[in-house]
């Protein structure tokens, strides 16, 4: 059976990576970010170009996957970011562009989380879907709201929701961890 993305859950391990990119490499720091702070899927993120972040309050896609329309507030954060990122590029362009000056792909986004994540010792399984995993339990964390968060992936169910973000295993585990007869 192949194994699922797993969320990051420490906060620090995020903010470690977030720092080094922000170094190293500006285009994979803000592919970070904006994971980080809108949980969606990085065909989604790949898909974006210039004009639809400049002077945006929020982002509206068509997503990849499903079809269906979303919207999101860009917080403050990812606004400071996007505004330095985009500073007098092309609003016609790709948000991200490769080595060769084309769109970026999902599987270079892929190969740059797997060795940051390696790099930087996180001993989860990693894949494109951990950076939505990880807004998603974080967003958990702080909000304890699964039926936003629901709302937010699109998802049918809240226990999806849970699962898909593995906070169900965290509280089937703590239930455990905390019983004894």
Not at 60 to 84: A, M
Not at 86 to 114: A, C, H, M, W
Not at 117 to 125: G, Q, R
Not at 128 to 156: A, E, M
Request: aromatic share 10%; charged share 35%.
């Amino acid at each position: 059976m192949k194994k699922k993305a797993e969320p990051i859950k420490n906060r620090r391990d995020i903010e470690k990576i977030e720092q080094y990119l922000k170094l190293h490499n500006k285009r994979d720091y803000v592919i970070w970010v904006l994971g980080m702070n809108s949980g969606l899927r990085v065909s989604d993120i790949v898909g974006l170009n210039v004009s639809d972040v400049v002077d945006k309050t929020h982002i509206s896609i068509i997503e990849k996957k499903t079809g269906k329309p979303k919207t999101f507030y860009i917080n403050d954060k990812l606004k400071r970011v996007l505004k330095e990122y985009t500073k007098g590029r092309n609003l016609d362009e790709p948000l991200f562009l490769g080595k060769q000056g084309k769109r970026l792909d999902r599987s270079q986004v892929y190969r740059f989380i797997v060795k940051v994540c390696k790099e930087h010792d996180i001993k989860v399984h990693v894949s494109t879907h951990t950076l939505r995993r990880s807004f998603g339990y974080h967003h958990y964390q702080k909000f304890k709201d699964p039926v936003v968060l629901q709302k937010i992936f699109n998802h049918s169910s809240q226990r999806i929701t849970l699962m898909y973000i593995g906070v169900e295993q965290d509280e089937i585990d703590l239930s455990y961890k905390n019983f004894e007869l």
